[in-house]
């Protein structure tokens, strides 16, 4: 695992051995450890060329729990603004010993392009790169289902919204078809479903009382405005009347299914406050697993490369 840029392709017992790790990782919060000593030495730069609240911060503080010396670039007040190219941008934050990059940015394929430009010493995470990919994103979300379902076999899954523009959800259906989930449904309407999904391996619902009906998991996605140029939109009170989840809707699921949102909500839109914030809301979960997640990923990631360097 010398980079981590997208779920597509990797197996079970990998995506296994993240949980187990962040697994080990939660325990060690929870006693009250603050800090493991496994980076120290290390440097570690994010690199987010798009805005970022939970990603970045939980990434920094995976970071500093795993002892790495970490760095914030902000591209907002970087040479780039004088013209500078990215790849020189990235040679020379290499040139100040660093090991591994977070890259979050808005065109897809750019954590991959900056992985096949690095030094053969440095790691790259994406950290969601345009429609995509955001694969540590499912990976928490992978976890945080673990924790609630113990295992994934049984499970019936809905994914709702916006799925055409959603990097989360790709991510999240690569994973869960390789953790081998009962099912998975994406409901939404036509234009916001991939055209592809009929080969995703998921079951199509236009409405929310069928495509609800009896799952244990529901993931509520955001409308992905930024990404969708020239598209034709409903109206937020439109998409809520008929997408929005809503404790009258929650009720089509089964009554201990949980309910997800990768985040930023936007309430009154895609779910209502009384869900996003009731009992069967597992969200803000999702954001304090984020930390022990990257803490694996991270880890994992910098070991490949120590036992790399010492074959070498
Ligand atoms: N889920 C997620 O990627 O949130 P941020 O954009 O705040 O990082």
């Known amino acids: 695992l010398r980079h981590f840029l997208t779920i597509e392709g990797l197996k079970r017992p990998l995506l296994t051995e993240i949980m187990d790790r962040a697994e080990q990782f939660s325990s060690i919060s929870h006693r009250q450890v603050k800090k493991v000593p496994l980076l120290r ?42 013209g500078e190219s990215l790849l020189d941008t990235l040679h020379n934050l290499e040139a100040m010993h660093t090991d591994m990059f977070v890259v979050r940015h808005d065109q897809s394929g750019a954590a991959e392009f900056i992985a096949q430009h690095v030094a053969p010493h440095v790691s790259v995470i994406n950290a969601g790169d345009g429609c995509h990919a955001h694969p540590t994103q499912a990976m928490l979300d992978m976890f945080t289902i673990r924790r609630h379902k ?11 919204g916006d799925l055409l523009h959603s990097r989360v959800a790709r991510s999240q259906i690569q994973a869960l078809a390789t953790l081998g989930v009962g099912e998975i449904r994406v409901i939404g309407p036509q234009t916001l479903l991939p055209r592809d999904s009929h080969t995703l391996g998921v079951h199509v619902y236009h409405d929310m009382a069928s495509g609800l009906k009896d799952v244990d998991v529901i993931i509520t996605l955001r409308l992905q405005l930024e990404r969708m140029q ?83």
């Open 41 to 82: 030495g290390k440097t570690i730069i994010n690199l987010f060329f798009e805005n970022s609240t939970r990603t970045r911060s939980t990434f920094e503080l995976a970071a500093k729990r795993l002892s790495a010396d970490v760095m914030n670039f902000n591209i907002s007040t970087s040479a780039t603004s004088k």
């Open 150 to 160: 113990q295992g994934f076999a049984n499970l019936r899954v809905a994914i709702i």
């Open 230 to 312: 020239g598209a034709l939109l409903p109206s937020a009170r439109e998409y809520f009347r008929c997408y929005g989840l809503t404790e009258e809707k929650l009720k089509y699921a089964k009554p201990d299914a949980i309910v997800m949102h990768p985040g930023p909500i936007n309430r009154g839109v895609e779910i209502a406050s009384s869900v996003a914030d009731g009992p069967q809301s597992v969200i803000l979960e999702q954001v304090t697993h984020g930390i022990a997640i990257r803490m694996a990923v991270m880890s994992m990631a910098l070991a490949s490369q120590s036992e790399q360097a010492e074959i070498e």
